[in-house]
């Protein structure tokens, strides 16, 4: 999106991609979280017990 105007070639130029660094950063966090704290497959009946009263379940 923005990668093409001349703008963001001037930025990536004098600052670095700043965009590219971040993104990686969130993909090394996002996969250290997964090593740490597994997702955890919850059955609907499990979610739906969890659920505080009178909101529904996810």
């Known amino acids: 999106m923005f ?3 001349p703008i963001y070639r001037q930025l ?3 600052r670095g991609d700043v ?3 971040v993104r990686s ?3 090394r966090v996002s996969r250290d979280l ?3 704290m597994p997702p955890v497959k919850a059955s609907a009946h ?3 017990a969890e659920a505080p009263a ?3 379940a996810r």
């Open 19 to 21: 965009l590219a660094q």
């Open 54 to 56: 009178g909101l529904p």
């Open 12 to 14: 990536v130029a004098e």
């Open 46 to 48: 499990a979610a739906a």
């Open 3 to 5: 990668q093409d105007g």
């Open 25 to 27: 950063e969130a993909e």
């Open 34 to 36: 997964q090593r740490v």
